[in-house]
């Protein structure tokens, strides 16, 4: 439902820089809203300049940001600006194909691998984008339900040694269209495991079906771990993670209501929801064509 478009917001909103019928996706299963800064929090990085939305902004996003973006962020932005946050959320892959397909519109595209982005860069590729900015990392890690008669193994033996024992479920999402099935592919070939070891599982479906007990742990970000408190074992010496990266789409329905998402995303606020949701930031990284960076923009992206 649209609201109106309001003429200003809450004090302290930072405006750094110079001055598809997407629905919403459904919460991952088993999760709770969880609760947002108060509304007078501070959101300014240097300029305290107001920041409002002109519309709508639809936001097609990774699904293991799903919490983050459902229940904190987007609500917040919605409070601060008066604008409308219109989020969709699955694997960064599938994200890709749709929105070169026309399938899916979307303002602000929000991915887990940078080479997600690479598929919308280009002529060849619609020139969907010129540039993304890396923001966040999420180590790669084997989540695993308390409950399960595997826990105790899990928690005391190797990982690749248990997923292989008689009767254990283990859950993935699909490779050709996660970044995270990718990883956990990879990972699997690091310790010849074959991928039959693993029940393949759409990314917004894996954490309840985990939850639920269909299975005893699963490939996850250990920021989706965190933010629900479930259990983690790390894939010892293998070192893999999420990348997550942002852009403003060139054929954006609302250029305008994507930049003013992306400000928000990196204020105060916007970075506080990041870091209680497990997210590690890090410097921002512009990749591309940093002149086409929209003016709003560029400061902020060049501050960190």
Not at 12 to 30: D, I, Q, R, V
Not at 129 to 144: D, G, S
Not at 274 to 299: D, E, F, N, Y
Request: glycine fraction near 10%; aromatic fraction near 6%; charge should be neutral.
């Amino acid at each position: 439902m649209k609201k109106p478009v309001a003429a200003a917001i809450a004090a302290g909103l930072l405006l750094a820089g110079a001055g598809c019928s997407s629905s919403k996706s459904t919460p991952k299963s088993g999760s709770s809203p969880s609760s947002a800064p108060s509304s007078g929090s501070s959101a300014t990085t240097g300029s305290s300049s107001a920041l409002s939305a002109p519309g709508p902004v639809k936001v097609a996003y990774a699904a293991s940001l799903a919490n983050l973006m459902e229940h904190d962020l987007g609500p917040a932005y919605d409070k601060a600006t008066g604008g409308d946050f219109q989020g969709d959320a699955a694997g960064s892959t599938q994200l890709v194909s749709e929105i070169k397909g026309k399938v899916k519109q979307a303002d602000v595209f929000i991915s887990a691998a940078t080479d997600a982005n690479t598929g919308l860069i280009g002529d060849a590729n619609g020139g969907w984008e010129t540039w993304y900015a890396t923001f966040a990392t999420a180590p790669l890690v084997i989540a695993y339900n308390p409950k399960s008669k595997f826990a105790a193994d899990i928690k005391s033996k190797p990982w690749n040694q248990v997923i292989t024992e008689a009767g254990f479920k283990m859950g993935s999402t699909d490779p050709k269209l996660d970044p995270k099935g990718k990883l956990a592919a990879q990972a699997l070939t690091k310790d010849n495991i074959p991928a039959s070891a693993v029940q393949v599982f759409p990314e917004e479906q894996l954490v309840g079906r985990l939850q639920s007990g269909q299975l005893d742990a699963g490939f996850f970000y250990s920021s989706e771990a965190a933010e629900l408190n479930i259990p983690t074992v790390t894939l010892g010496d293998i070192k893999l993670q999420a990348t997550y990266t942002v852009s403003v789409l060139n054929k954006a329905p609302d250029n305008a209501a994507g930049i003013a998402f992306v400000q928000y995303l990196f204020s105060d606020a916007g970075k506080a929801f990041m870091t209680k949701h497990g997210l590690q930031l890090q410097p921002i990284k512009v990749t591309g064509a940093a002149g086409s960076v929209p003016a709003q923009l560029q400061t902020l992206l060049s501050a960190s």
